[in-house]
């Protein structure tokens, strides 16, 4: 960031460094063709090891067999009211209805998991070309911030993955509104569903770090996030509720918790409005 006026940014060595406006458009776009060409690396690592990563990772909650329903079935034997994951017969056939959508959803999950695997080394560039332009103070919390910021995107497709989606999928894919009807899962709806869960629960979990931000601005205050703390558990809830239509309150719960810890979370980042 150069001090207004100037094309001088500033150095935390203490030291100006002279760049022009075209300078700084080399190294970005320097920036980005380095990520272009780890995102076609992994896009195609990806692509080879697809199959088996579709069989085991991506295709596990269709299945009994699944760690997270085998772990919950254990709890379950301990705690009464817990959901019954106990059925080893759980298993759903997904059928392809289109020509061309298995080799479609091979490349696009190959390019999405890519997108993912290749987030850190996203940040990574970002830092490079913009840690020059801070002061020394200023680097020190802005990489923390990249670093939580990346942390907690991983956090959240975790939970995504763990938790969110197979409870959902587990709900949908066994519910019925007439026994005549049988519930056939499409490949196009299985992946639709498993990638938009997983990926805006990672979206959901950078939340304190928009908060941390906005605060540094002085459009956000703690007080703000103090004073309306009991709307925001109602919208919490609503959207747990959404989330997550299974009906029983384990499951609104297992939402609902990670969802208000990240608002507590974000209440302690941001800033009094005295000091801002």
């Known amino acids: 960031m150069s001090e207004k006026g100037t094309d001088i940014p500033r150095d935390t060595s203490g030291g100006e460094a002279q760049m022009s406006f075209w300078d700084h458009l080399e190294v970005l776009r320097w920036a980005l063709i380095r990520i272009a060409a780890v995102l076609i690396i992994l896009v195609v690592v990806s692509f080879m090891a697809m199959p088996h990563i579709f069989d085991t990772l991506i295709l596990g909650p269709a299945s009994s067999d699944f760690f997270v329903y085998k772990w919950f079935a254990s709890v379950g034997r301990l705690i009464p009211f817990f959901p019954d994951f106990s059925d080893d017969g759980f298993h759903v056939d997904i059928i392809n209805i289109n020509v061309a959508s298995q080799?479609?959803?091979?490349?696009?999950?190959?390019?999405?998991?890519?997108?993912?695997?290749?987030?850190?080394?996203?940040?990574?560039?970002?830092?490079?070309?913009?840690?020059?332009?801070?002061?020394?103070?200023?680097?020190?919390?802005?990489?923390?911030?990249?670093?939580?910021?990346?942390?907690?995107?991983?956090?959240?497709?975790?939970?995504?993955?763990?938790?969110?989606?197979?409870?959902?999928?587990?709900?949908?894919?066994?519910?019925?509104?007439?026994?005549?009807?049988?519930?056939?899962?499409?490949?196009?709806?299985?992946?639709?569903?498993?990638?938009?869960?997983?990926?805006?629960?990672?979206?959901?979990?950078?939340l304190p770090l928009l908060a941390w931000l906005l605060s540094r601005l002085g459009i956000l205050h703690r007080e703000f996030l103090q004073q309306y703390r009991r709307h925001a558990v109602v919208v919490l809830l609503i959207l747990a509720a959404v989330i997550t239509p299974t009906g029983d309150p384990f499951s609104l719960m297992l939402v609902f918790v990670p969802l208000y810890l990240l608002y507590e979370f974000s209440v302690r980042l941001v800033r009094p409005e005295a000091a801002a």
Do not use: D
């Not at 990489?143 to 975790?158: I, N, S």
């Not at 969110?164 to 499409?186: G, K």
């Open 103 to 206: 080799f479609m959803t091979h490349i696009s999950t190959s390019f999405w998991l890519s997108l993912v695997l290749l987030f850190p080394y996203i940040v990574y560039e970002l830092w490079k070309f913009v840690s020059p332009a801070l002061y020394r103070s200023e680097k020190s919390a802005v990489g923390r911030a990249f670093f939580a910021g990346t942390f907690m995107f991983y956090l959240g497709c975790a939970v995504g993955y763990c938790l969110i989606f197979p409870f959902t999928f587990r709900f949908l894919a066994e519910y019925q509104v007439s026994q005549t009807i049988v519930n056939q899962i499409s490949l196009n709806s299985y992946m639709n569903n498993f990638l938009g869960m997983v990926f805006i629960m990672g979206v959901v979990f950078e």
